[in-house]
């Protein structure tokens, strides 16, 4: 009977432990009026020179070794191995000086803090401003934090190598679960947002998987779970299956766990065609309907739109089922549509799917990748986010891309190759 | 599946028909309504938290202190009816209403006796369904979930005859997936309907 009790209450305690109490993560904020308000935009020309691999000098309780640094628009990104850690800085430059203010994080954890880095003139930012520069040895020092108080560690990160040449010449897509990152992940903007598209290549990423979900009346919306429930939402007037409401009744009365509204299919496009610099987006139908036939009469159009912007953009329909592919193959012309099939290579070639996307407890499957390769399709692995397998399917597998929540661990791994 | 009903009758009526000997069971017939609050930190001031809630509950009373029984009910939660203004769609008069029908297993308890038998603690579990419904920009949509759920009640029956008793109740629910609570104070009507 003792025996029972005991096991009774462990059992109340972990599933009491297993709900979210309110973790918040502070995203340190980078002050407007602080040093970058006196500098100038860091010069375009200057951004590629600093981008490759660093030895961590100082600072290695939060960035490990050996870190990447990254530009995508005007952040800087670092990527470390440790902790799935990144930073993410904005920047600017004045008398061949630049500095960086920013943030830390561990994705693995809720840890973060400020971050503030400059290069000197006589340690690089003379090279890097130089009108003919052909690069060299840059070094970043400064000081980092924990929390969202300026903190007076040591960090000295020292120029190692560029990329190589084979990152260079080959493109390999990282893409962002859930536009960027899950609720789970803290990130201080929700899933499957406008905002936390935005914020994914800061992350590492230049692709984004999102998920559509259709109204009641034919708009395609993204939002990943089948109801309006506190994981996803703020508490409001509307519960149930989200797709049983009217897209006015959705836009009007739901709003997301970080203030957010829901975006329709349309807008993320628009929003990911005007705003950012991703290439690849991953349409992963979630419908209990059948949505291909608005889905793909909107991909379409944005596709044109993002041709005529002159965007390197591909936007593809997941097929994760059978039953999403026998709706695919009732559409007239379907094997022009870009499809991204989860299925076996058979309903990949009966879709004509621009991609395959298996799951990666299945392996590598380098043969069949590299057979479909040969056909001209590309092949994506999902979703993976343990550290020794992300390692392990970049070194060792073929795939042209990779779904992660960890897309700076990808980022880390890939561009260190 | 025989051996099993057989096993069970047996079972029964070792149990039952000694004690039906010396001892008083019955079923009880609880019809309740009255008056709810909903519970909630939603941040909405246009919100109608009051509402109507109702209780239909089946209680076998032994003669022993602790009872059982079976829950169902109605409650209106909360509704809204308010001028909503998107942009790019225009204006529109929105209606919003959310019910819930529990059904739950309650256990009630006497726990003063000597001093006040009418007063019974009553703590019940099950599950919730719950149902929105929305009206605005031209069109209807309505949508049920169900929700695990408890709820606790001071039941205060007074005896009019041997077969009838009134009083009141005083209940709080829980509706677990929407982390939102009810206060009812209901006004119950007690039939004895079978005795043995």
């Not at chain 1, 299956?241 to 009007?252: D, G, R, Y």
């Not at chain 2, 790019?88 to 929105?94: H, L, N, V």
């Not at chain 2, 419904?133 to 309505?142: D, M, P, Q």
Request: aromatic share 12%; hydrophobic share 40%.
């Amino acid at each position: 009977m003792k025996k029972f009790t005991l096991i009774l209450c462990v059992g109340v305690l972990m599933l009491l432990s297993s709900c979210d109490n309110g973790v918040e993560v502070l995203q340190p904020i980078v002050d407007p009026s602080g040093v970058l308000a006196t500098t100038d935009p860091v010069p375009n020309k200057s951004k590629p020179w600093m981008e490759g691999i660093y030895t961590v000098e100082s600072g290695s309780s939060v960035f490990g070794k050996q870190v990447v640094l990254k530009w995508s628009n005007d952040n800087l990104s670092i990527f470390t191995s440790k902790n799935a850690g990144y930073a993410v800085l904005k920047g600017g430059e004045i008398d061949s000086v630049f500095y960086f203010e920013g943030y830390w994080r561990f994705r693995t954890s809720t840890e973060t803090g400020v971050l503030s880095l400059q290069i000197s003139k006589s340690e690089g930012g003379a090279i890097l401003t130089a009108k003919d520069s052909t690069g060299g040895e840059i070094v970043l020092r400064g000081s980092f934090g924990n929390g969202t108080q300026p903190g007076n560690a040591e960090v000295i990160l020292r120029f190692l190598r560029p990329f190589s040449d084979f990152v260079k010449q080959n493109k390999f897509y990282i893409l962002a679960h859930r536009g960027g990152g899950r609720n789970s992940d803290y990130l201080g903007v929700s899933e499957n947002t406008l905002q936390i598209i935005k914020q994914s290549e800061g992350y590492g990423a230049n692709g984004i998987e999102i998920d559509v979900k259709l109204s009641s009346d034919g708009i395609p919306f993204i939002y990943h779970d089948d109801d309006i429930n506190l994981r996803t939402t703020q508490k409001g007037v509307l519960w149930g299956n989200i797709e049983q409401f009217t897209w006015n009744l959705i836009s009007a009365f739901v709003t997301l766990k970080n203030g957010e509204k829901i975006p329709s299919l349309i807008e993320a496009l628009d929003y990911i065609i005007e705003e950012t610099s991703l290439s690849f987006i991953w349409l992963d139908l979630k419908s209990s309907r059948n949505e291909i036939p608005i889905v793909t009469e909107i991909v379409l159009e944005m596709l044109k739109k993002g041709y005529v912007k002159k965007r390197d953009l591909q936007i593809v329909i997941g097929l994760p089922s059978e039953d999403k592919l026998n709706n695919l193959v009732k559409v007239k012309d379907f094997t022009t549509i870009p499809t991204l099939c989860e299925l076996d290579i058979n309903s990949v070639r009966k879709a004509n799917s621009k991609y395959w996307a298996p799951r990666w407890t299945l392996g590598t499957q380098t043969p069949i990748v590299l057979e479909l390769q040969n056909e001209g399709r590309g092949a994506f692995v999902w979703t993976i986010d343990d550290p020794a397998f992300i390692e392990s399917f970049i070194t060792e597998g073929k795939f042209n891309g990779m779904l992660t929540n960890y897309p700076s661990l990808v980022a880390y791994y890939h561009y260190t190759r | 599946m025989l051996k099993l009903l057989l096993f069970l009758v047996v079972i029964s009526i070792s149990t039952i028909t000694p004690q039906s000997r010396d001892s008083l069971y019955s079923l009880n017939l609880e019809v309740g309504a009255g008056y709810s609050y909903h519970l909630t930190d939603l941040n909405m001031p246009d919100v109608n938290l009051h509402g109507f809630n109702g209780t239909l509950r089946i209680m076998w009373q032994p003669e022993h202190l602790l009872r059982i029984g079976l829950e169902t009910g109605y409650h209106q939660l909360y509704s809204l009816d308010k001028v909503i203004n998107l942009t790019g769609i225009g204006r529109s008069e929105a209606e919003i209403s959310m019910f819930s029908i529990p059904v739950l297993a309650v256990f009630s308890m006497v726990v003063f006796p000597q001093m006040l038998p009418e007063l019974e603690i009553k703590f019940s579990s099950g599950v919730m369904f719950l149902n929105t419904r929305g009206n605005g920009f031209g069109s209807k949509a309505s949508s049920s979930q169900i929700t695990l759920g408890f709820s606790g009640a001071a039941t205060y029956l007074r005896p009019l005859n041997e077969h009838f008793a009134v009083g009141a109740e005083l209940k709080y629910y829980n509706f677990a997936k929407i982390d939102d609570g009810n206060l009812s104070l209901q006004f119950i009507f007690a039939y004895k309907f079978m005795r043995w």
